[in-house]
């Protein structure tokens, strides 16, 4: 601990599922274990966590994994090079539309995607206005629906503007009817569900390969000036992470995110009880530590080239992706 090049640090978040890794070390004493002193940030937006982590307010944040690959790029319009350790999630992330739409046509659970874009497409081509939000640009989430909608119709998947909400205020604007639909994680996509404004439709899995979602992100330039406080809190995460897949800690797990007002409506074991259920499996499912893959922001990159005209020669893909990854 005393080879620790800073023990005081700032940790963002985006109030998600997929930060409660960072919630529950703090919870559990493993940052301090590490001989760290650890400050969890709740961040507003994403926007703003990107902005505070480059500029050095954050040490490190829960992020978008895209983000590192637009850093890497300029494609974020900053450039300052951030890096990951850790994956949080995997492709966790939803589809919800409006429950007035899905009745308008005749959507369902059932749909095969290409079925739901095809009823969602045809709408948009008879001239319905149909608003559709995502989390941030440079996101898994952007991607999703633009694949989706892409099924059916290249040219308008393309050419369709979405609006950019931070997560929690997904459900605000549904129910609003500021929006039609969204693609986010949890548990905004529940929410919105069990209030009667939304029915999830589709998950990320459906629609892309296994792809890191949240990452555990840093700049280049303070990794490279505290590598045995980055390796601490890595371990420390690590170790919350498994955790999550113990059901004896769950009740304890779902408390805290009552606690952090990730949570924010009445489900359990009583009531709402499939979403429960559904919910505890994706915690559950973040709890094997898992490494991101150079192949991984590969993947980012060539969609970046297809949705955001990124201009990248397919040849430097590779290195661009390696550098999006920490390693000793």
Known sequence: MSMLEKTDIQLGYIPLLDCIALLWASHQGYFAEQGLHVTLVKEPSWASLRDRLAFGLLDAAHCLSAMLPA???GEDHLGIPLQTSLAL???RAFISLSQKLCHHLNLSIHDTPLQSSQKLMHAIQQGQDIHLAHVFKQSIH???LREWLALSDGNIAAQYRFSSLP????VEAISSHLIDGFCVGEPWNTQAEIEGFSRIILSSEDIIPTIPDKVVAFTAD???QHPH????LTKAIEKAQQD???PAFFDEIWALLKVYEIIRFQCSADIHVQAFHRIMKIIQDFSNPQKPQTTDFEWIIQKMKRWDH???IDSELANIAKNCIYRV
């Open 310 to 312: 990124l201009h990248v």
């Open 222 to 224: 303070w990794a490279l």
């Open 71 to 73: 850093a890497a790029t």
């Open 142 to 144: 952007h991607y999703i």
């Open 244 to 246: 999550l897949k113990n």
């Open 229 to 232: 406080t980055l390796q601490a």
């Open 89 to 91: 999630s995997h492709n």
């Open 167 to 170: 997560p929690p205020y997904m």
